[in-house]
T-cell receptor, first 113, second 117 residues
Framework: QKEVEQDPGPLSVPEGAIVSLNCTYS??????FMWYRQYSRKGPELLMYTYSSGNKEDGRFTAQVDKSSKYISLFIRDSQPSDSATYLCAMSASGGSNYKLTFGKGTLLTVNP | EAGVAQSPRYKIIEKRQSVAFWCNPI?????LYWYQQILGQGPKLLIQ????????DSQLPKDRFSAERLKGVDSTLKIQPAKLEDSAVYLC???????????????FGQGTRLTVV
């Protein structure tokens, strides 16, 4: 079993749709949860950052973490063509000087105008 | 603020050749990471530096990969000899410091796309 599993596979939605992206994980030591967005031929950029369980909202984006189920989600409301990218979940267990991100494989999202 | 700079952007080499990638992190960032991203997968950490010391290199194939960070600033990643399975994007990232609530955001460069033929 991989430490981080990311679902679903490639997604294609119409503009304005609500998008749900999910990851599950097996390492109960993970405490820091992130979502990165990666445009084609670019490096990942941090979209959302959550520590421990709970919800966090930033504009059209909402991140949810359920540590009891080892499950995290990213919701995108009113999706736009500019949201078309690969979305990567990432997690870290450590504090102190060791900050090692473990990534999911990514979900390619296409928002059609 | 200037971002993480990487060069070259693209590289094509034959198997068994050697190659080197260069990274200049954001000024003042103590932590530097090299990730390997194979097509269709998420990035995998190869090595993490804190200033010029190695924090984690557990997933670095040390028989062929080496990395250094001189004077705690720029870093180079070398592959010698390259194999076909090394074809990937090599991403460099930096963060202000590692492991605390603030300053843990890792900023990524655009990557070097390596093709081994």
């Amino acid at each position: 079993q991989k430490e981080v599993e990311q679902d679903p596979g490639p997604l294609s939605v119409p503009e304005g749709a609500i998008v749900s992206l999910n990851c599950t994980y097996s390492n109960s030591a993970f405490q820091y949860f992130m979502w990165y967005r990666q445009y084609s031929r670019k490096g990942p950029e941090l979209l959302m950052y959550t520590y421990s369980s709970g919800n966090k909202e930033d504009g059209r984006f909402t991140a949810q973490v359920d540590k009891s189920s080892k499950y995290i989600s990213l919701f995108i409301r009113d999706s736009q063509p500019s949201d078309s990218a690969t979305y990567l979940c990432a997690m870290s267990a450590s504090g102190g000087s060791n900050y090692k991100l473990t990534f999911g494989k990514g979900t390619l999202l296409t928002v059609n105008p | 603020e200037a971002g993480v700079a990487q060069s070259p952007r693209y590289k094509i080499i034959e198997k068994r050749q050697s190659v080197a990638f260069w990274c200049n992190p954001i000024s003042g960032h103590a932590t530097l990471y090299w990730y390997q991203q194979i097509l269709g997968q998420g990035p995998k950490l190869l090595i993490q530096f804190q200033n010029n010391g190695v924090v984690d290199d557990s997933q670095l194939p040390k028989d062929r990969f080496s990395a250094e960070r001189l004077k705690g600033v720029d870093s180079t990643l070398k592959i010698q000899p390259a194999k076909l399975e090394d074809s990937a994007v090599y991403l460099c990232a930096s963060s202000l410091r590692g492991g605390e609530g603030d300053g843990t955001e890792a900023f990524f460069g655009q990557g070097t796309r390596l093709t081994v033929v």
